[in-house]
């Protein structure tokens, strides 16, 4: 069965949740035949499918296309699918049209959006259509140009207070979860305990309600930079290099496709073929 929000929320300081991303039908299988809970279709696919150097050019299309192939493959686990760079931050209109899209043409289960008490407005405007929302605070890559990179948040005084009172709000517009990225553990810890919402963690440390990885850093996809957050359960890319490279070898060497990959034809048929 669907795991609903109430589920997930029940399990709000007993079991935490896991959640991984997906961007494909086969990936979104797999997830859900290995029991995760929840499938996040983020905007990291404009890195990790798409190859853009960050996750501004994304559209509700690119959104869709990837959300419905995760949404065929997912029996059990909730899937959430994120609110592109642009599609909420104008207007309330906007951030519930395109929400309701999304849900419409995907048949995902939730929405989630970058940003605190700025965009309260939106995640309660949203929820009152009847879509469960995941806010997203800390470092929020869709504002990578204003944070001025990559760093973790909510380091000084100023800063964590923000995010203090960010998670309060979109608790209090309706958010049902709160993604904390890149924020130090013990003001994760804190934010948990002060909210009744699911905290769920990416680079939060280890006491939130939950956690999150881009599946292809955890499954070590690319042997390029790898966050200090990420563990890599495995080394796919070097199985992924030794496969391909063994398959060149055998392609050139015509060991590959050996007899019992190949298809018979009747020896009668063949000689009225000369
Ligand atoms: O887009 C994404 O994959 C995300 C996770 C990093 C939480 O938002």
Redesign the pocket.
Known sequence: MRKSIYDLLSRKGTCPVSML?AYDYHTACTIDEAGIDMI?V???LGNVMLGYEN?LAVTVEDMIHHGKAVCRGAKEAMVVI?MPFMSYQASVEDAVRNAGRIVKETNCQAV?MEGGAEYADRIKAIVQAGIPVVA?IGLT?QSVNALGGYKVQGKSLEQAQKLLSDAKAVEEAGAFAI?L?CVPEALAKMITEQSKALTIG?GAGRFCDGQ?L?YQDMLGFTNGFTPKFVKKYTDLHAIMLQAFRQYKEECEQRTFPAEEQTFKISDDVLEKLY
Do not use: A, F, N, R
């Open positions: 991303t996040l983020g905007d990291s996750t994120d989630k997203h890559p993604t990225e990416i999150v881009v």
